[in-house]
T-cell receptor, first 110, second 115 residues
């Protein structure tokens, strides 16, 4: 069964304190792994797609990496505006659907 | 360019009442999806559509029906609402080749409470 597990559930960081969010996955042939950002009361917003182990993508203070079993979202020198819930999702080769994890709620305080 | 628009944004229903949630997208996406989001459960797929006139069941389809009569619209219906259907509902759309850098585009959600 395809499955996605995110950790930690919640993370509190001081502004400038770098850290990483983890997404572990089990899927029968990975087509793509997706990262989304969700602000309270809003829909998820697309960040990255990763396709194969070893791939990395960056956007401002965020960098996503992928291995055969997990993905990391690295946040470098975060700012309060980076506070949000970050969702990970996987898509198997055999399907058009995404399987989402339950997310990591990130709080960055000044 | 509005993206994905969901209506209504909030609704309170009594048990047994029916309602329809509307999703409209203006990006000419082939695929559309309905998800529900509950605390601690993540996003779960209810139904989806790979094109006009086609629909398919997702992970949690019971108690819901859908229709896609036009490419740009995807309707989610609750025939007889139950308290277990209290949730936040999200519509999303995507191009056919989902494994692209575009991902899904989500609407802003409908918060439904069934009392």
């Amino acid at each position: 069964e395809d499955q996605v597990t995110q950790s930690p559930e919640a993370l509190r960081l001081q502004e400038g304190e770098s850290s990483s969010l983890n997404c572990s996955y089990t899927v029968s042939g990975l087509r793509g792994l997706f990262w989304y950002r969700q602000d309270p009361g809003k829909g998820p917003e697309f960040l990255f797609t990763l396709y194969s182990a070893g791939e990395e993508k960056e956007k401002e203070r965020l960098k996503a990496t992928l291995t055969k079993k997990e993905s990391f979202l690295h946040i470098t020198a975060p700012k309060p505006e980076d506070s949000a819930t970050y969702l990970c999702a996987v898509q198997a080769m055999s399907t058009d659907k995404l399987i989402f994890g339950t997310g990591t709620r990130l709080q960055v305080f000044p | 360019n509005a993206g994905v628009t969901q209506t209504p944004k909030f609704r309170v229903l009594k048990t047994g009442q029916s309602m329809t949630l509307l999703c409209a997208q203006d990006m000419n996406h082939e695929y559309m999806y309905w998800y529900r989001q509950d605390p601690g459960m993540g996003l779960r797929l209810i139904h989806y559509s790979v094109g006009e006139g086609t629909t398919a069941k997702g992970e949690v389809p019971d108690g819901y029906n859908v229709s896609r009569l036009k490419k740009q619209n995807f309707l989610l219906g609750l025939e007889s609402a139950a308290p277990s259907q209290t949730s936040v509902y999200f519509c999303a759309s995507s191009y056919r080749l989902t494994g692209t850098d575009y991902g899904y585009t989500f609407g802003s959600g409908t918060r439904l409470t069934v009392v």
